[in-house]
């Protein structure tokens, strides 16, 4: 009788499975050497899953505790006095044993870790397996089928899993941010390979014919330098074309209101296309309203 899950894979499917591996790994192309699944949501539900038995103990060593009926501090900072008590409960004795305190620290060490640093002063708890996650979800991502030779090897997915299906770059650190521009540019450029390849398969079907995947697509790449451009312009819009418009005008009201109104919704187009803090978009604001103000003083001494 099996005693755990079954792990172990015929020779045959080794076989195979590594003429595939072997394939990718010897790859000439970053993409597919350094690309892996992140596997989201199984993360995702492995710390749920974590968080559920860890809740069960916690319930457990409170009601335990309630059971002492020792009166609680004068702050109450855990609010003991209205802490819901369960009606019927086991001896502390059946319930504080050292399973439950082996068990709670294997949950814990999953979980997360102590921070040694300040062990002795107060003791903090590092959520490791938050922080794997968040810099798992911080690496930048592409779709599957951007890799070209995943994509002629993989048979056990359909065309939109792949589409789907996100992997990371481990060959390139975490990004600090990712713009909104950016990840709409990622997205449109995964839809539009999605369908070009659906149209290939298509037409290869009617055809009978072996379809082709195409190249490789670096949408990472595409997007970062297509919203460097768009920025560039943009920038440069909102120097030239209020400088062209002060210079024919002499009123001083009227370059006062051309100027709010530039600073205002270039201020606004920074904050939804740029993941900037509060305090960047003031910076940033305060020198462009700067530099305008300097085109209005060289205006009115003309």
């Known amino acids: 009788m099996a005693t755990g899950v079954e792990t172990s894979q015929r020779p045959a499917d080794l076989v195979r499975d590594f003429a595939r591996f072997w394939r990718v790994s010897t790859a000439d192309n970053n993409i597919t050497l350094y690309g892996f699944r992140r596997f989201k949501t199984a993360h995702l539900v492995n710390l749920r899953f974590l968080e559920a038995e860890i809740a069960e103990l916690d319930r457990k060593i409170y009601q335990a505790g309630l059971s002492l009926n020792s009166?609680?501090?004068?702050?109450?900072?855990?609010?003991?006095?209205?802490?819901?008590?369960?009606?019927?409960?086991?001896?502390?004795?059946?319930?504080?044993?050292?399973?439950?305190?082996?068990?709670?620290?294997?949950?814990?060490r999953d979980y997360g870790k102590l921070d040694?640093?300040?062990?002795?002063?107060?003791?903090?708890?590092?959520?490791?397996?938050?922080?794997?996650?968040?810099?798992?979800?911080?690496?930048?991502?592409?779709?599957?089928?951007?890799?070209?030779?995943?994509?002629?090897?993989?048979?056990?997915?359909?065309?939109?899993?792949?589409?789907?299906?996100?992997l990371l770059r481990v060959d390139q650190g975490p990004r600090t941010r990712h713009d909104p521009l950016q990840r709409w540019l990622h997205k449109w450029l995964r839809h539009f390979r999605y369908h070009s390849i659906s149209r290939k398969r298509q037409d290869s079907e009617r055809r009978k014919t072996i379809p082709?995947?195409?190249?490789?697509?670096?949408?990472?790449?595409?997007?970062?330098?297509?919203?460097?451009i768009v920025v560039a312009l943009v920038t440069t819009a909102f120097l030239v074309v209020p400088m062209a418009v002060l210079a024919?005008?002499?009123?001083?009201?009227?370059?006062?209101?051309?100027?709010?109104?530039?600073?205002?919704v270039f201020a606004s187009l920074v904050s939804l296309l740029l993941r900037?803090?509060?305090?960047?978009?003031?910076?940033?604001?305060a020198a462009y309203a700067a530099i305008l103000s300097v085109f209005i003083s060289n205006v009115s001494t003309e």
């Open 116 to 166: 040694r640093e300040h062990m002795l002063a107060v003791v903090t708890l590092k959520d490791d397996a938050l922080l794997r996650l968040n810099s798992l979800l911080s690496m930048d991502t592409f779709s599957l089928i951007d890799d070209a030779t995943q994509v002629d090897l993989r048979d056990d997915l359909t065309l939109h899993e792949m589409y789907k299906t996100r």
């Open 276 to 285: 900037t803090s509060n305090l960047e978009l003031m910076l940033i604001s």
């Open 71 to 108: 009166p609680p501090s004068p702050p109450d900072r855990l609010g003991l006095r209205h802490s819901t008590r369960d009606s019927a409960i086991s001896p502390n004795e059946d319930v504080i044993t050292r399973e439950l305190v082996l068990q709670l620290r294997d949950l814990m």
């Open 248 to 264: 024919g005008v002499s009123q001083k009201g009227t370059q006062i209101l051309i100027v709010s109104v530039c600073i205002i």
């Open 212 to 228: 082709a995947s195409g190249p490789y697509q670096r949408t990472v790449l595409i997007a970062n330098v297509v919203c460097r």
